[in-house]
Nanobody, 127 residues
């Protein structure tokens, strides 16, 4: 089973940028579709972005379209979330998720479709 470790979170001013990374180990990474979710206290996990196992198909939450970019490097067993024009409402713990995917172009936007999760990384955007 793949193991996931996120990094890259931190404190940034509104309008700034951060790049989150998620390193995978213990599985055949190219078999997994990946997703990013975020969670704030008292709320459930919110979908942010998804990428197919091939890296050719994407989905984004409306709230981040045009600001966030999801990419993957199957050679490095990693995915990245480039976050630009950050807003205070982007403040959350961000989680990387993985699931084995039979189709190379399929993306998954529901949290219960994912079987593997990282420990999360805190992103705080100050106004």
């Amino acid at each position: 089973q793949v193991q996931l470790v996120e990094s890259g979170g931190g404190l940034v001013q509104a309008g700034g940028s951060l790049r989150l990374s998620c390193a995978a180990s213990g599985g055949t990474f190219s078999n997994y579709a990946m997703g990013w979710f975020r969670q704030t206290p008292g709320k459930g996990r919110e979908f942010v972005a998804a990428i197919s196992r091939s890296g050719f198909t994407f989905d984004y939450a409306d709230s981040v379209k045009g600001r966030f970019t999801f990419s993957r490097d199957n050679a490095k067993n990693a995915v990245y979330l480039q976050m630009n024009s950050l807003k205070p409402e982007d403040t959350a713990v961000y989680y990387c998720a993985a699931r084995s995917a039979p189709g190379s172009l399929t993306t998954y936007i529901q949290s219960d479709h994912y079987s593997r999760w990282g420990q999360g990384t805190q992103v705080t955007v100050s106004s």
